[in-house]
């Protein structure tokens, strides 16, 4: 969804463009297609911060997938109790390529946008350009994402996503089956350091989305702000599928564990979770 479903907390790869990578899964990503999709979360978190505000989200996501590997989609999202009723949206443009059996890479650029009446509260508009290579060594396959991010808090990302992927034997007279994909996310990233005349220096999360706001300084204690790069969270997923030949259910909870606790600039921590549905259009 745009950042889907999966990827709005993570990496940017959707659930049905990851599943068509899968010479083992039938739903995949053929030539000329579009898919649909509705999803549910409780929260919108990516790279640290969140784009929700910390409110659950509802989207919406139409997705065109052309024969040369490119897939185009859109994303409509509304926070409840929020006005006006489409409270972001985005649009955003992948690519994917496997080289060989145990090597893959992937681009992708993402906009997002919301009303002027909402940046304030949730985000100002802002642009993301991934890079991603896949290294398959059979027990685990892993992924490294490198982000760079176009907005009031511009920066550098890293994510190394090391996971596992499984799945069932074909039920519903082989018509379907589950499959799962738990990993482990670590990220890397622009953090704030903090360091105050009476020598006490503290690091935080820098926010993404928003103006940085800065502390203010008293007639005793003055501070100073500089930016650094280094491990911000790590992140522990179990996402499920129910896979069908046209029709995808998928849910995945997760539990995020912050490398640095600081009340003026709190990280993002504990437990979301995301359920989506995504059906073959054409």
Same mark, same amino acid.
């Given at each position: ?9 993570? =990496? ?5 463009? #990851?599943?068509?990578?899968d010479s083992t899964n039938e739903l995949t990503v053929m030539k000329y297609s579009i898919y649909g999709g509705a999803g549910w979360g409780n929260n919108l978190?990516? $790279? ?5 505000? +910390? ?11 052309? &024969? !040369? ?9 509304? $926070?409840?109790?929020? @006005? ?19 090597? +893959? ?14 940046? %304030?509260?949730?985000?100002? =508009?802002?642009a993301l350009l991934n890079l991603t290579t896949g290294f398959d060594w059979k027990l685990l396959y892993t992924k490294l994402t490198f982000s760079d991010m176009?907005?009031?808090? !511009? ?17 519903? &007279? ?8 738990? +990993?482990?996310? $670590?990220?890397?990233?622009? /953090?704030?350091?903090? %360091?105050? !005349? ?6 935080? =999360?820098?926010? /993404?989305?928003?103006?940085? &706001? ?18 911000? #969270? ?17 849910? %995945? ?8 606790? =600081?009340? +003026? ?12 549905? @995504?059906?073959?259009? $054409?």
């Amino acid at each position: 969804m745009g950042l889907p479903v999966r990827g709005y907390c993570r =990496n940017g790869t959707s659930s049905v463009q #990851q599943t068509g990578t899968d010479s083992t899964n039938e739903l995949t990503v053929m030539k000329y297609s579009i898919y649909g999709g509705a999803g549910w979360g409780n929260n919108l978190i990516y $790279l640290g911060s969140t784009i929700s505000g +910390d409110h659950p989200y509802y989207s919406a996501l139409l997705t065109l997938g052309l &024969k !040369n590997g490119l897939n185009i989609s859109t994303t409509a999202s509304h $926070l409840s109790k929020t @006005y006006p009723y489409v409270a972001f949206y985005s649009l955003s443009a992948r690519y994917a390529h496997t080289v060989n059996s145990w090597f +893959d890479y992937s681009t992708d650029i993402s906009g997002f946008a919301t009303p002027r009446s909402l940046q %304030e509260s949730l985000f100002s =508009n802002f642009a993301l350009l991934n890079l991603t290579t896949g290294f398959d060594w059979k027990l685990l396959y892993t992924k490294l994402t490198f982000s760079d991010m176009y907005s009031h808090g !511009n920066g550098m990302y890293l994510q190394i996503i090391n996971s596992h992927y499984f799945e069932t034997s074909r039920f519903f &007279k082989g018509k379907a089956f589950l499959s799962f994909d738990p +990993d482990v996310n $670590l990220l890397f990233g622009r /953090l704030v350091k903090v %360091e105050s !005349n009476t020598g006490i220096s503290t690091l935080g =999360n820098a926010p /993404l989305f928003v103006q940085f &706001k800065k502390k203010h300084n008293t007639t005793t204690t003055t501070y100073t702000y500089s930016y650094v790069f280094g491990m911000m #969270q790590t992140e522990f997923s179990l996402p499920v599928t129910l896979n069908f030949t046209n029709f995808i259910l998928a849910a %995945e909870p997760s539990y995020i564990l912050p490398a640095y606790s =600081n009340t +003026d600039y709190p990280s993002q921590k504990g437990f979301s979770v995301t359920m989506s549905a @995504y059906f073959r259009i $054409l």
